[in-house]
C-alpha cells in the first residue's frame, strides 16, 4: 500500500489532535480538583455591628499544610466603637497556626470585633494576607503549590450597619417594644379570662 504525502499530513494532524484533547482534558481534570483559598471580612448576619473573618476554600478540591502570611499585624477581638481601646494583636488561630487539611467549601470563621475596635487597631491601613498551600493533582506523584493573596480593607465598611454604633442600642430598643407588646397582649387575655372565671362564679352562686 503506498504512502502518500497526504496521507502521512493527515496521520500527524490526527495524532496532534488526540494529544491535544488528552492535554485538555487532563488541564480540565486538574482545574475541577484545584483548590483556593481565600480570606474576606462580612458582618455578622446575626449582630451586623460585629464583623467576622472568613477562610474559605472556594475551589474544588481539598488544600493540604496551609499557611498564612500578613503585611501586617492583626488585630484581634477589637471590640467597641468611639473610644475604643488599643486592641491586642492576633497570637492564635488558624491565620497563626495555619490549617492541616481543607476540604472544598470548607470554611473557618473568626469573630474579629467591630469597627470602632478594628479601626483603632488598623488605621487606614489594609491587609494582604497571603495564603500558601497544596494539593495534589490527579495522575501526578508530587504535590503541587499555591498562592493566594487576599486584600483586607476595614473602610469598604464605612457607612455600613458594622459601623453604626447605635445599631445594638436600637435592637434592644426594638426588643423592649416587642416585650411591651407581648405584655399587653397577655395582660388583656388575662383580663378576658379573670371575667369569664368572675361570671361562671356568679352562675354558681344564683344556683
Given at each position: 500500500m503506498e504512502?502518500t504525502?497526504s496521507?502521512?499530513i493527515?496521520?500527524i494532524v490526527?495524532?496532534?489532535?488526540?494529544?491535544?484533547?488528552?492535554?485538555?482534558?487532563?488541564?480540565?481534570?486538574?482545574?475541577?480538583?484545584?483548590?483556593?483559598v481565600?480570606?474576606?471580612?462580612?458582618?455578622?448576619e446575626?449582630?451586623?455591628?460585629?464583623?467576622n473573618?472568613i477562610?474559605?476554600?472556594?475551589?474544588s478540591?481539598?488544600?493540604?499544610?496551609?499557611?498564612?502570611?500578613?503585611?501586617r499585624?492583626?488585630?484581634?477581638?477589637?471590640?467597641?466603637?468611639?473610644?475604643?481601646?488599643?486592641?491586642?494583636?492576633?497570637?492564635?488561630?488558624?491565620?497563626?497556626?495555619?490549617?492541616?487539611?481543607?476540604?472544598?467549601?470548607?470554611?473557618r470563621i473568626?469573630?474579629?470585633?467591630?469597627?470602632?475596635?478594628?479601626?483603632?487597631?488598623l488605621g487606614?491601613?489594609?491587609?494582604?494576607i497571603?495564603?500558601?498551600y497544596?494539593s495534589?493533582?490527579?495522575?501526578?506523584l508530587t504535590r503541587?503549590?499555591?498562592?493566594?493573596i487576599?486584600?483586607i480593607?476595614?473602610?469598604?465598611?464605612?457607612?455600613?450597619?458594622a459601623?453604626?454604633?447605635?445599631?445594638?442600642?436600637?435592637?434592644?430598643?426594638?426588643?423592649?417594644?416587642?416585650?411591651?407588646t407581648?405584655a399587653?397582649?397577655?395582660?388583656?387575655?388575662?383580663?378576658?379570662?379573670?371575667?369569664?372565671?368572675?361570671?361562671?362564679?356568679?352562675d354558681?352562686?344564683?344556683?
Amino acid at each position: 500500500m503506498e504512502i502518500t504525502p497526504s496521507s502521512e499530513i493527515l496521520s500527524i494532524v490526527a495524532l496532534i489532535i488526540a494529544l491535544s484533547s488528552t492535554v485538555i482534558n487532563y488541564l480540565v481534570l486538574k482545574i475541577q480538583r484545584e483548590p483556593e483559598v481565600v480570606i474576606y471580612a462580612l458582618h455578622d448576619e446575626r449582630s451586623p455591628s460585629f464583623i467576622n473573618l472568613i477562610i474559605e476554600n472556594s475551589g474544588s478540591g481539598a488544600a493540604q499544610d496551609v499557611n498564612f502570611t500578613s503585611s501586617r499585624a492583626i488585630p484581634s477581638r477589637a471590640f467597641g466603637f468611639e473610644n475604643a481601646k488599643q486592641p491586642e494583636y492576633m497570637t492564635e488561630g488558624p491565620l497563626i497556626k495555619g490549617i492541616p487539611s481543607f476540604s472544598k467549601s470548607e470554611r473557618r470563621i473568626i469573630t474579629w470585633g467591630q469597627y470602632g475596635g478594628l479601626k483603632k487597631g488598623l488605621g487606614e491601613d489594609i491587609i494582604d494576607i497571603t495564603a500558601t498551600y497544596y494539593s495534589r493533582p490527579p495522575l501526578s506523584l508530587t504535590r503541587q503549590k499555591h498562592t493566594t493573596i487576599s486584600r483586607i480593607d476595614l473602610r469598604s465598611f464605612e457607612g455600613t450597619n458594622a459601623s453604626d454604633h447605635n445599631w445594638d442600642k436600637q435592637t434592644a430598643q426594638s426588643l423592649e417594644k416587642i416585650s411591651k407588646t407581648l405584655a399587653s397582649i397577655t395582660s388583656v387575655g388575662n383580663q378576658s379570662l379573670n371575667i369569664s372565671i368572675r361570671t361562671d362564679n356568679s352562675d354558681n352562686k344564683n344556683l
